[in-house]
């Protein structure tokens, strides 16, 4: 499969080329499941419930399915009084059956999203059913405190490592050990350089380089360096090809999808 942009850019409609495709904020596709299961739904409300139910939108409710508003935002898995004054609450943790979204999409009640066919999306609510069905697992940042006997705001260093509370829920490190510490590889192979670190399922990571230490700092124009929520835990390895004599120095930034 091509990247749409980037074999328009070939084709020449644009007036400058476009190089840094790889970088571009897209939607997940529901099978690719490089994504995590999360964006791979919220990719699929984006795409089939956002032109009505985002802020100021036609939708009635309260939820927004925007897939750049933050889950804890989104008014997805919280209750709200909609416009009418019911409480509203779209998708019920670990509770498919009941969650309003998905009996919508069954066609019980309204049918949404309200397309001119009686055909059910199996592939969809297959795939909102098992979101649902994970949720309970998702932890905010009050939890994982609450878990770790932490209180305090997000800037805590409680093991005095050097890096904050927020900083060691986003990287899954143990925020009452110092010597847990989340940390980038940078290796000079026979041929090429690697960099590599251990990543999280659920959290994007986006590599930068810099040729100075101080300032300049710009995305990696990677193929792997996709600004999408991985799919599972594991290591990220970006082969960043031959070795120069330039300096040039690499950081990675995580963040909340």
Not at 201 to 206: C, G, K, V, W
């Amino acid at each position: 499969m091509v990247n749409q942009i980037a074999a328009i850019s070939d084709a020449g409609y644009f007036t400058t080329p476009v190089t840094n495709h790889y970088l571009l904020p897209a939607l997940a596709s529901t099978t690719n499941l490089n994504n995590s299961l999360e964006f791979r739904a919220r990719s699929y409300l984006a795409a089939n419930c956002s032109q009505c139910h985002q802020r100021f939108g036609w939708g009635f409710g309260l939820w927004d399915a925007r897939v750049g508003t933050p889950l804890a935002e989104a008014g997805l898995i919280t209750q709200e009084y909609n416009d009418y004054g019911y409480l509203d609450q779209v998708m019920i943790p670990g509770d498919p059956a009941n969650s309003p979204i998905l009996q919508r999409m069954q066609g019980i009640g309204q049918r949404m999203p309200p397309l001119g066919s009686s055909i059910l999306d199996q592939a969809g609510i297959n795939l909102l059913t098992e979101w649902v069905q994970s949720l309970p697992y998702r932890q905010s940042f009050s939890q994982w405190q609450s878990a770790h006997g932490l209180t305090g705001p997000g800037s805590s260093d409680s093991d005095g490592d050097g890096t904050s509370d927020y900083q060691e829920y986003l990287a899954g490190t143990d925020p009452q050990d110092p010597v847990s510490i989340w940390k980038t590889t940078l290796a000079k192979l026979s041929d090429h350089v690697e960099l590599s670190f251990n990543n999280l399922s659920n959290r994007i990571y986006e590599v930068q380089w810099s040729s100075n230490l101080l300032s300049g700092w710009q995305a990696l124009d990677h193929p792997n360096n996709v600004p999408n929520p991985k799919g599972s835990a594991g290591t990220s390895i970006l082969n960043l090809g031959a070795s120069t004599n330039a300096n040039r120095f690499y950081r990675v930034q995580i963040h909340e999808p």
